[in-house]
């Protein structure tokens, strides 16, 4: 099976950095996808890594290293805005299986 | 992306019940996946909608209890059938596609009582 563990909460301050973990236990997967939720809607998909790396969208950048089977979400220059909750995902085998969440409180 | 539309977006139905969640996409999909979410938690994948066949479902969810029907590329529905108040969650319809991508419909979410 697949298991996905994130740190369930993060706190930082307005046009701070932050990076958001994931680690994994899977027997091989496609990439590894993050979400965005905010509270009351549904989840907006911010990124996919297919590669080891980094993949730059904007504010948000994410990493995957296969080898340490971890990947993290980094964003930049935070917003209010980005409160929100937080999901890594393991594409595999045309399915996708969601980490445990992190949700990020951004203060001002 | 896709525009996903789900009926109907929230309902309280009394135990026992069966409640028929619709699931509609702008575009033909080949992927479409059905997940709960409890409020607070992640996503727990249900079933894999497939098109012309049976779903695929996720170890502890049963055909008998989540029933699915996918007649075509941009239409699917989940039944919730027997319910019991532990029913009670938020329901999400998605599409994926081979690039990695998920797009997701609005949700239903559902009282038990």
């Known amino acids: 099976g697949q298991s996905l563990e994130q740190p369930s909460e993060v706190t930082a301050v307005e046009g701070a950095i932050v990076q958001i973990n994931c680690t994994y236990q899977?027997?091989?997967?496609?990439?590894l996808s993050w979400y965005q939720q905010h509270d009351g809607g549904a989840p907006t998909f911010l990124s996919y890594n297919a590669l080891d790396g980094l993949e730059e969208t904007g504010r948000f950048s994410s990493f995957l290293s296969r080898s340490d089977s971890y990947g993290y979400l980094l964003l930049q220059e935070l917003q209010m805005k980005d409160s929100a909750s937080y999901f890594c995902a393991i594409y595999n085998f045309n399915k996708f299986y969601f980490g445990s969440g992190t949700k990020l409180n951004v203060k001002p | 992306s896709a525009v996903i539309s789900q009926k109907p977006s929230r309902d309280i139905c009394q135990r026992g019940t069966s409640l028929t969640i619709q699931c509609q996409v702008d575009?033909?999909?080949?992927?479409m996946f059905w997940y709960r979410q409890q409020p607070g938690q992640s996503l727990t994948l249900i079933a894999t909608a497939n098109q012309g066949s049976e779903a695929t479902y996720e170890s502890g969810f049963v055909i008998d209890k989540f029933p699915i029907s996918r007649p075509n590329l941009t239409f699917s529905t989940l039944t919730v059938s027997n319910m019991s108040p532990e029913d009670s969650s938020i329901y999400l319809c998605?599409?994926?596609?081979?690039?990695?991508?998920?797009?997701f419909g609005p949700g239903t979410r559902l009282t038990v009582l």
């Open positions: 575009s033909q999909v080949t992927m």
């Open positions: 899977t027997s091989g997967f496609y990439g």
């Open positions: 998605s599409v994926g596609d081979p690039r990695g991508e998920q797009f």
